[in-house]
């Protein structure tokens, strides 16, 4: 007899850059478990979602949220401000611990070296067990360590880009597929590809890909 499989956990990580849009609080699963990352819990609270952590130093989250957060019996994990980590990372450092899939949000915007922190982090071989994904606004940005199916239809307009250094990818259902074959880092080899199929593939071998859908 066959064990019951364990059900998938999704742990929503919302963090301090732009407040996440109101299509994007629509598309997230039903009670969600909730990390937020410093102002992140403003915007949490914004848009209506009940946060189970908060992580950070607290250096930006308001006194009023961080009090309503308190109150409400959300558990806050203090880190100083001199610290190694960004706050987005800490969160996922505790987000990869309880989840199977992470979603993102709250992490476009602000300060460009913010951005491009967040986006190698989300990259990080700590949490290569865990399917993450960033919700930035206008993109979506899909991080593969193995393998991954887009959820994506024909005619979308997909990127790939190797992520702390040179990554080997094979893709099926994309219109300049990879067969086995390396994406450095340094190069636009995979920029503005289109997808041919629906649910199209990429596995990974060595590296990182990070798979970026912009919408229209």
Known sequence: MTPPTE????VVVVAGGDPPTPEEIARLPANPVVVAADAGLDHAQAAGLMVAVAVGDMDSVSPEALAAAEQSGTRIERHPPDKDQTDLELAL??????????????ASGGRLDHLIGNLNVLA???????DIEAWLGNAQ???????RALAVEPGTTVSLFALG????????????????EVLDPLTSRGV????QSSSPQ??????VVLAVIPHP
Request: hydrophobic fraction near 50%; proline fraction near 7%.
């Open 7 to 10: 059900p998938s956990v999704t």
């Open 93 to 106: 450092e505790l987000a990869a611990r309880l989840a199977d899939r992470v979603i993102v949000i709250g």
């Open 192 to 195: 503005s590809n289109q997808v």
């Open 202 to 207: 990429i596995a990974v071998s060595e590296g």
């Open 141 to 147: 940005a899909v991080v593969v360590h193995s393998h």
């Open 124 to 130: 990080s071989p700590a949490w290569a067990g865990v």
């Open 165 to 180: 250094g040179p990554a080997r990818a094979t893709t099926s259902g994309l219109a300049w597929p990879l067969n086995d």
